[in-house]
C-alpha cells in the first residue's frame, strides 16, 4: 500500500482540505422549493420549507439566486384537488405558472420539477385509483401529461416521483413527441417506503388518505432491487437516476457510484432536515457542523447532486473556516 497512515495531514484545517477526497460545491445543490396559488408566504413549524405563492415566487427567489442558488425543484400546492389530479396538467396550473416567473426573472437558473400527482389528488396516492390500486395506464398517460406541460412552461429537467413502472419510458416518449428532446429527465429510482417524508406531507398536504405507499415506493430491506429500479429507468431514458431519503441509504448511493456512469442525485429529505434541526437544537451543537457532517458523508458515498432543504444555508457554511 502506497497510503501512511498518519495523522500529519490532519494536523490543520488548511492541510485538511489540500487533503479532502471528496467536497461539497455549491453548484451541486438543488433547492426545493413549495409554490402555492395565492395567499401569504407560510413557514413550516421546521423554519425552512416555506410554502410561497405564486405573486412573491420572484422575490423569495431573488436572495436565493444571490446566494449562489442554481437548481430549484419545484413542488406545486394546487388549490384544487380531484380524483384524476388533473390540476397538476393545467397549461395554467401552479407550477406551470411557477416555471414561466421563475425562468422569466432568472433564466440562469436550472428549473427541475417533480412529476406525480399525490399533490393533486383529492386521495393522495402517486396514481389514479382503480377501486384501492393504482391503474398503472392511467397514471401513465397522467405522468406524462404533467411532464409535456412542464416542459412546456420551461421547466429544464423534469422528475418522475410516482414509482409507476415505466414512468420514465413513457414520458421520455410524450416528451420526444412533443419536441422536448432537450429536456432531461431525473428519475426517483430508488424511492424507498419512508417514515422521512412526513414533514414533507404537512407542507404539501399529500398524504395519502388510506393505506400508505408500500405497493408502489421500495422496501427498505432491499438493496439489489435499487441497482435494478436505476438500471431499468436509464434503460427507460432516465439521465440522472436519484436516492432517497439519503443518510438511510448511503451503501445504495455507493453501489450505484459503482455500477453506473450517469450522475446519481440524492435527496436529504425533509425528515432528515427535521432531525437535524431537532438534534443540533437539543444538543446544543451547531447546526452548520451537524448540515456539512450529513451533506459531506453523502457526497463521499458518491452523490454527484444534492437536493437539500439548507442549500442556501450551506453554501454560507462552506464561505466560512472549519478549523
Ligand atoms: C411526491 C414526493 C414526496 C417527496 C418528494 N416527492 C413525498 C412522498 O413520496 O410521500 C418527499 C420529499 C421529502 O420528504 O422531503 N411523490
Ligand atoms: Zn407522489
Given amino acids: 500500500m502506497d497510503a501512511r497512515i498518519t495523522s500529519r495531514l490532519r494536523k490543520s484545517y488548511v492541510l485538511r482540505d489540500l487533503a479532502c477526497e471528496s ?34 415566487l420572484v422575490s423569495y427567489l431573488e436572495p436565493l439566486a444571490d446566494a449562489g442558488i442554481r437548481s430549484v ?37 436550472a428549473v427541475l420539477t417533480d412529476v406525480c400527482l399525490c399533490q393533486y389528488t383529492d386521495h393522495g396516492h402517486c396514481g389514479i385509483l382503480e377501486g384501492e390500486s393504482i391503474s398503472r395506464e392511467k397514471t401513465l398517460s397522467a405522468l406524462s401529461k404533467i ?4 416542459a412546456e412552461a420551461g421547466a429544464d429537467v ?9 414512468q420514465v419510458a413513457s414520458i421520455r416518449a410524450a416528451l420526444d413527441a412533443s419536441g422536448y428532446d432537450s429536456v432531461a429527465i431525473m428519475s426517483y429510482s430508488a424511492k424507498y417506503c419512508s417514515s422521512l417524508y ?23 430491506r432491499n438493496r439489489r432491487e435499487a441497482i435494478a429500479e436505476a438500471l431499468e429507468d436509464i434503460r427507460e431514458g432516465a439521465d440522472i437516476v436519484m436516492v432517497k431519503p439519503a443518510i438511510t441509504n448511503l451503501d445504495v448511493i455507493r ?4 455500477r453506473l456512469l450517469c450522475p446519481i442525485a ?18 446544543g451543537v451547531s447546526e452548520a457542523r451537524v448540515v456539512l ?23 454560507a457554511y462552506l464561505r466560512e473556516v472549519w478549523d
Fill in 266 to 283: 440524492a435527496y436529504q429529505v425533509s425528515g432528515e432536515y427535521a432531525m437535524i434541526k431537532v438534534y443540533s437544537d437539543a444538543a
Fill in 198 to 220: 412526513a414533514p414533507f406531507r404537512d407542507v404539501a398536504s399529500s398524504a395519502p388518505s388510506f393505506g400508505d405507499r408500500s405497493a408502489y415506493q421500495m422496501d427498505i
Fill in 23 to 56: 467536497d461539497l460545491n455549491p453548484s451541486k445543490f438543488i433547492m426545493p422549493v413549495f409554490v402555492k396559488e395565492s395567499g401569504e408566504i407560510e413557514r413550516s413549524r421546521w423554519g425552512g420549507m416555506e410554502k410561497v405563492p405564486l405573486k412573491a
Fill in 73 to 109: 425543484l419545484m413542488f406545486g400546492l394546487p388549490c384544487s384537488k380531484d380524483p384524476s389530479g388533473s390540476s397538476a396538467y393545467a397549461a395554467e396550473g401552479v407550477v406551470q405558472q411557477a416555471i414561466r416567473a421563475a425562468k422569466g426573472s432568472f433564466p440562469e437558473i
Fill in 147 to 150: 411532464a409535456v406541460s412542464h
Fill in 158 to 166: 423534469v422528475a418522475p416521483s410516482a414509482m409507476a413502472d415505466g
Fill in 293 to 315: 457532517e450529513m451533506l459531506r458523508s453523502i457526497r463521499r458515498a458518491g452523490a454527484d447532486m444534492i437536493i437539500t432543504y439548507f442549500a442556501p444555508q450551506t453554501i
Fill in 255 to 258: 453501489d450505484l457510484r459503482k
